[in-house]
Nanobody, 121 residues
Framework: VQLQASGGGSVQAGGSLTLSCVAP????????MAWFRQAPGTEREFVGL????????KYAESVKGRFTISRGNDPYTVDLQMNSLKSEDTALYYC???????????????WGQGTLVTVSS
């Protein structure tokens, strides 16, 4: 089962975007839902995660205070609210589902297709 990510687009520096990820089927309380991003020529980078049951969150230092990950209003949806965007936030953003409270992309076994975020300065 693949996740479905949406909400990417182009925005000026300082602007905001909200990404959403739908997990068809189920997200169990033990699942971890995470966002990663990848810019051209770089490795996939952790952005943030949420433990579904407890809503515990963890963020990369580079986005802490600017990005917020939360359970969406629709069932089995996780949102990534991105504020005060910078040009260095430009990347393809992926949502992922796993079972470990991990920042390492290889610990996640279910992925979305990616949604592109472009921030112009």
């Amino acid at each position: 089962v693949q996740l479905q990510a949406s909400g990417g687009g182009s925005v000026q520096a300082g602007g905001s975007l909200t990404l959403s990820c739908v997990a068809p089927g189920h997200i169990f309380s033990s699942h971890i839902m995470a966002w990663f991003r990848q810019a051209p020529g770089t490795e996939r980078e952790f952005v943030g995660l949420i433990r579904w049951g407890t809503r515990s969150t963890k963020y990369a230092e580079s986005v802490k205070g600017r990005f917020t990950i939360s359970r969406g209003n629709d069932p089995y949806t996780v949102d990534l609210q991105m504020n005060s965007l910078k040009s260095e936030d430009t990347a393809l953003y992926y949502c992922a589902r796993g079972s470990s409270f991990s920042t390492y992309f290889r610990d996640y076994d279910t992925w979305g297709q990616g949604t592109l975020v472009t921030v112009s300065s």
